[in-house]
């Protein structure tokens, strides 16, 4: 199959943005997939949820690819590519890529810089997944240049609002001006607890405001203790818990995107 690329993003923080990213490409490569997850945040925390607990200690991250695109420097593609236990790759971040904005501001073709890095390794995978800082600034925009479609993590503790429209506007923009095949993916509902009147209410804003122009997955991820308990241990919730409910909706929701093309 073709490599697709999905952007994971949203500029608001707490919305399970990582842990979606890590758990949907555990997933599709229990399903047999070849994955490559990209971290695109400063702060690592995908890198660090997978075991890499020093990133900063890591030789060649990201960063240093883009670097090599902006200096126009002879980098191996697949250098720094980490092989995880549980069968995908993951190219790292660290602190590195906090400094970089400006250099990217300068380049030429700036939204095109991970693109130009990506485009080099695409063929050796199914899916390559991008975990985005949560900003709508210049790395979310290379991500979503780089990407077929974003995916939206929205969590079930507030409603949405202007932040999706923000989101949105940004991703319409990409699709019209830079990249016409970017799709979004589609509206994920995180963090859902049950008991919660609001997460219900939540939901149903969502399905009711979105729901005719973008899809809004069947797949809901749960709240759930074991979740919040893996980026500790360097392992996804397949690990951790694979008989609970979170594995089981992360399951659901990579079948639901391979079934999307």
């Known amino acids: 199959m073709t490599c697709k690329t999905i952007a994971v993003a949203n500029q608001k923080g707490g919305t399970g943005k990582t842990a979606t990213t890590l758990s949907l490409g555990i997933a599709l490569a229990k399903l047999d997939k070849r994955v490559l997850l990209v971290d695109t945040d400063p702060q690592g925390d995908l890198t660090k949820s997978l075991g890499w607990s020093n990133p900063d200690s890591l030789e060649i991250t990201v960063a240093n690819h883009i670097q090599a695109v902006i200096d126009g420097i002879d980098l191996q593609a697949r250098e720094g590519i980490l092989s995880h236990k549980e069968g995908i790759d993951l190219m790292p971040a660290n602190i590195d890529l906090a400094s970089m904005e400006m250099g990217i501001f300068m380049a030429m073709s700036r939204e095109q810089i991970l693109n130009t890095w990506l485009s080099c390794i695409k063929d050796s995978y199914d899916y390559v997944l991008i975990d985005c800082a949560p900003t709508?600034?210049?790395?979310?925009?290379?991500?979503?240049?780089?990407?077929?479609?974003?995916?939206?993590?929205?969590?079930?503790e507030f409603l949405p609002a202007s932040a999706m429209t923000e989101l949105l506007k940004t991703i319409n923009r990409v699709k019209r001006q830079i990249n016409p095949s970017l799709d979004v993916e589609g509206i994920l509902i995180t963090l859902f607890d049950t008991r919660n009147n609001l997460a219900r209410e939540v939901e149903q804003t969502i399905r009711n405001q979105y729901g005719n122009a973008y899809r809004v997955f069947d797949s809901i991820i749960p709240r759930a203790v074991s979740a919040a308990e893996t980026p500790a241990v360097g392992v996804s919730i397949f690990a951790y818990d694979k008989r609970g409910k979170v594995a089981t909706a992360f399951t659901s929701l990579a079948d639901e995107v391979v079934c999307n093309g």
């Open 136 to 156: 709508l600034g210049i790395l979310p925009v290379n991500a979503f240049v780089a990407s077929d479609s974003v995916l939206i993590p929205v969590s079930a």
